[in-house]
Every structure is written in C-alpha cells, then in structure tokens.
C-alpha cells in the first residue's frame, strides 16, 4: 500500500481508478493553492459531492485509522489539503473550524510571502511571523498537520521550532541531491528528522532532475540517499503528481491572481508548461513500481513498508484531529 | 489650513465640526485596519452615506485640487485611505478598482507582516515581496499613495525604491527624536526627503512621548527637528487622533482576527488602553494652535504652509489618481 504525501489537479473517477491500480491507498489532494475562505469551503464542497459520487471506490479520511480501513477496504482514501494559508484569511479562529470541516494538512505558504511567512521564492524569507507563530500552535491543537514544502527555509526552521507536533515537508527533495529553490537544506531535513517530521519525495521533473527521473532505479536511489540524510523513519512519498492539468491549471497555480506578469514557479522561462513526467510514471498507475525499486536498491520489508505508507500513518497518527 | 494625514475613529457630524473649528480643510480617514474587500467596500459605503448625510459640511475628495476647492468652500475635504492593504486580497487587479472607487491612500502593512512587506512590528523585516513589488507599481500607475507608517523601515526602503512616484509615512515620527518601533530611522527619512516623499508627524502620546506632548511649543520643536534630518519638502502633520474609540476599538485595532493572545500594538502592557492625549491636543479643535505653534518656533510663513498643507498638496499632485 502506498500513501502519496502530496498530488493535484483535477481528480475524477477515473483518477481515483488509476490511483487504486497503482496500489494507492490514500493521497492527500490538493483543495487549494490561492483561495479565501468562502472559495476554500467551494472546494471542499466540490470534494465532498466529488467523493460521494464515487463513494464505491473512494472516502474522505479524518484520521490514519480511517486511512487504513479505507485502504483495507479496497477504496482510496482521501485526506483533505490545502498548499496555501489563505483559506485561513487571517483569522486565527478558522483554524479549527476548518479542521471540523476536515482539512487535515496546510502549507503555511504557497509561492509567495504571506502573513504567516516567507516563500521559497522570495528574495528573503522573514521566517515564521506572528501571524505564522499562533497559527502554528493553533494547527498543532486543532488537528492539523504542518506542511511547510513551499516555505521557505528560515521559515520551515522557525516552524520545526514552534510546532508543538512534527511537521511535514510533503514534496520535496533534498538541494545536496538535486539544487532547486522548492528543494530542502539538509538543515531542515535533519531538522526534521531530530523532531520527528517527515519529508515526501517529489516526483516532478522540476524539482527532481533528469537524472532521478530516468529510471525507477533512478528515483529510488535519490530516496536511499534522502534516507542518508533524513533517516529511514522521516522519509516518504509525495509525488506531486497532477490530474488533467492544462495550460489554465497551471497559470493560475503560478500566477493566482497577485501578478499580471509571467512567473513559472518551479519551471522556467523557455521551458516548457507541463514539465514531462519521469519516464518510469507517465501514467497515475505506474507509481505501483516503487515498492519494488525500493527493494531493488537495498531496503528491507519494514523499510518499504515505512517509505511507502508507514511514516506518513505515524505522522498522522501524531498531528490529525481525533475523531 | 490644515492637512491631517492620518486621522482613525468613529467619525460624525460632531468630528467633522470640530475639525471645520479646527481650521483642519482635508483628512485621511482610515477606512480599515483588517478589513479584506467586501468588508472594505462596505467601509467605503458607509463613509459615503456619512458623507453624503452631512454634505452641507463635508465632501469626498479625489483629488489634491478637490482639497483646495473644498476647503476654500468652507467644507472638509475627506480622502479615504487605508492602513492595511489587506482591501486588495492578493489581487493586483483589484488595486485600480479600489482607486476608481475613491480609495487614494493605502499603507502596505499594518501590523503584521503580510504578501506585500514585512511591518515594524514584526521580528523580521523581509523587505518588499513579490506581491508588493506588484501592488507598489499598481498604485503608482492606479493613482494611490503609497503609506508605509506600520511598515517596517527595510520594506519602507524598498518601496522607495520600486516606487515611480514619491511615497509617504503619513503618521509617524522620527527614532532618532523618539525612540520607538512604529518611527523611522533617520536613513529612511532621509530616502523619504530625496525622493519627493513626505513624512506627516504624529501626535499619538506612545509614538511621541511625553516630552513633546507637554505643549504646542514642545511639538512644534519636535516638528522642527524633524525638518533638520527630512528638509522643509518633505515634513507634514499626520496626527493619528482617532475619534470615539472605545476599548472595543483599540482590541479589533491591535488584535484583528489574528490572534487569541494579547497585543499593544504602540501601547505596552500595563499602560491604559487609551494613551493620554496631549496637553495640547485634548479636544479635536484644538489643532488650530499648531500654526501659530510653528511660527513661535521659528517658521516663516511659507515654511508654515508647506508643513501645514503644502507638502500634502504637492503630494497628493503628484500621485492621486485625476479626477
């Protein structure tokens, strides 16, 4: 069974599907990037009818007991995210109301500073602000998981530090392994490995590098050596993989509505929109063949078993609202 | 005549008599501290209807000429400004639409780091986002000055900076005169003065202090001092007497929605709520005496003018929207 730490786009059932053949047993979607509250309940609506729809073959889990009997069961579970703080819109008290709602993980940023902290792509990053140090703790206590893989790494070490629970760098890779602005120190990933966070290895072309993306063996190796950095208990998946994404989809994840001008977050001018995917996961079903790459460069059952689902569970055992 | 830069509060027929007694010819109003766009229109609405209710005294002005035009007319000249920039949420369109909507000040942060800047309150200063880089630009081109009175001093640098057009510090005063977060440094005062950019001093008790709150000769030399470090172009009056607050209103001023907690904003733990007005400022009309004030401390009648109203003039001129 495999847990994606992180996916996009537009899910349907036919997602949901090519999910389940690739031995998906939960994912954590993405309900927003840029939106407010009232778009963010939207979205969750939309998830909610999304679900519902297909609730023979999928379900909304609130907790990793539910990611396991939901799994258990043949179906897809599906954990609510958001890659942005917006939905909060400052508002320290929506924090638990979302949490009610069912949103289990949020990425304190997204490409851009905000009132919580600074982004990976700004020129500097101020580091958790006051907004971001309450909304923290308030996470820790309504039951939601920190996600700092846009942030910014001032400011994902200020978080490890606040962060009364361990937090989650759902898709990234290291920068020692392949150097990209969304990539991670290796300060904050020992950081996250003394605290107990997780990291979720990301699968996109962009930030993972031709040379991780060639083979199975490829991408496995970088997991081995994101192992040396982080230790086996704080490495995971989360792919990055996005659903019938077209030109729109992506300039409204790069460009929201804060700029008229071009931005390409983790693409480049020239390059093109839609970086191809690795060549071993051209479709949704392939990502079926990492627990046997994993094997195949060395690592045991129980090390499989951890990569591929078991430290997610634990960290959401520790961080997701009770209930 | 009197400009004030920055006035807050509940307003009334009762304050725009006493400003009209006050010899006080325009304000900036604050119009919202937190308040995102809805809310934000709905502030503009009611400012209208006020407005509107009291025509035979006041007028909305759009620009630097409606000031003149109004005040020579025996009326106050009201501009709508905002001391957040929270109206735009994260939209860059929205900034031309708010100024077609009568909006022609906005400061870029409040009291707390945002997507445009970091605030002086904060422990951090990022200096300009991308966002803010964005909205800076928008305003010049919208016709909206740029306020950077909460905004921290490296974000107050770099708005200088990317701004085309000069920039204000509405409501503020000088570190090196008073030392306290919410004032500028003397670098930043002199970036405002070689730039055509003017800062409007404070007469709040926790930003100036008691000993240039002990008279209007006392002020006046704080004034005057001010106009050492920015030149005679560049020093204006920018209050920041607010009108009616209750303790209700300084919580929802300090605290927004952001927080549980405690916070002072300008004030600290154990001072009342409510600082003490100055000895000579404890009635609204009571400004009248800063003229007079000036030329008691050495001001000819020019200088008088340009602190008074000119300044303000040349730079609302020079950035409001036409028409």
Redesign the interface.
Known sequence: MIIDGLQCGHFDRAAFEALLAGDVGGVVNTCGF?E?AVESMDSIGRWRDLVRDNADIAEIALTARDITRISQSGKLAIIMGFQNA?LF?????FVEMFAELGVRVVQLTYN????L??SC???????L???GK?VVREMNSAGILVDCSHVGDRTTLDAIKVSEKPIAVTHANAQSLFMHKRNKSDDVIRALKDTGGVIGCAAYRNITGDEYCASIEAWCTMVARTVDIAGIDSVAIGTDKSHNFTAPDYAWMRK??????EDYGASAAGKPLKAAPPEWFTKIEDIRVIPDGLRAVGFSEAEVAQITHGNWLRLYEATFKKS
Chains 1, 2 share one sequence.
């Open positions: 840029w407010g917006n819109e400052g508002r320290i008290r851009n500073q905000n009132e902290g600074g792509y700004e020129a500097e990053d101020s580091g602000a006051r907004f309450e929201g509505r804060w700029t008229r001008g």
